[in-house]
């Protein structure tokens, strides 16, 4: 038996004990069936947190190797890792919404059907609000008041190549710049 449980039914069967005088029957189940509900609420509220928490870092890597494609930003090792991660593991993780949109963002890129960049800055501020929305789902959060016009990607022109590389290296230290 779970040692949640029996902890649970240690302390439900002292209560039963000590309140059959003063309470009667109809009380003590009440009062037990109370306990039992409430613990099995923060349990199952435990678990959703823990499920957030993993698609969350799911997430993030997600969106950190494609930042890889963006003009200021552009780096063929993210851009790869970025492939490679929703082929191989997005597929399963992420919801259907959210590979609609990575797959959208990737057409983007095809050189016989031109998008200029404020496209791709709305697929990309759409993918972001998608991914909120899943994980405050989870959690029973509302859902994000974000607009897609207030999430963009900006890069700095003055960034050293040397100091980007190394800023990516301790990023992703899987991938070799």
């Given at each position: 038996?779970?040692v949640?449980?029996?902890?649970i039914?240690?302390q439900?069967?002292k209560?039963?004990?000590?309140?059959?005088?003063t309470?009667?029957?109809?009380?003590?189940?009440?009062?037990v069936i109370t306990?039992?509900?409430k613990?099995?609420?923060e349990?199952n509220?435990e678990?959703?947190?823990?499920?957030?928490?993993?698609?969350?870092?799911?997430?993030?890597?997600?969106?950190?190797?494609l930042?890889?494609?963006f003009e200021k930003?552009?780096?063929?090792?993210l851009?790869l890792?970025?492939?490679w991660?929703?082929?191989a593991?997005?597929?399963?993780?992420?919801?259907?919404e959210v590979?609609r949109?990575a797959?959208?963002?990737i057409?983007s890129?095809d050189?016989t059907k031109?998008?200029?960049?404020?496209e791709?800055?709305?697929?990309?501020?759409?993918l972001v609000i998608t991914?909120?929305n899943?994980l405050?789902?989870?959690t029973?959060v509302?859902k994000?008041?974000?607009k897609a016009e207030?999430?963009?990607?900006?890069?700095l022109?003055?960034?050293?190549?040397?100091v980007?590389?190394q800023?990516?290296g301790n990023?992703h230290?899987?991938i070799?710049?």
């Open positions: 038996m779970d949640t449980i029996s902890a039914l240690v439900a069967g209560f039963i004990i000590s309140s059959f005088p309470w009667g029957v109809g009380g003590i189940i009440g009062s306990i039992l509900i613990n099995r609420l349990l509220s678990n959703k947190r823990r499920i957030r928490d993993e698609k969350e870092k799911q997430y993030k890597a997600f969106l950190n190797n930042l890889g494609f930003w552009k780096d063929d090792a851009q890792q970025f492939m991660e929703m082929y593991n997005a597929a399963v993780y992420a919801s259907d590979l949109l797959y959208s963002y057409k890129f050189k031109p998008v200029n960049d404020d791709r800055q709305q697929i990309y501020a759409n991914i909120r899943e405050n789902k989870i029973g509302s994000s008041k974000l207030e999430i963009k990607i900006y890069g022109d003055n960034v050293n190549e040397k980007k590389k800023f990516l990023m230290p899987k070799n710049l």
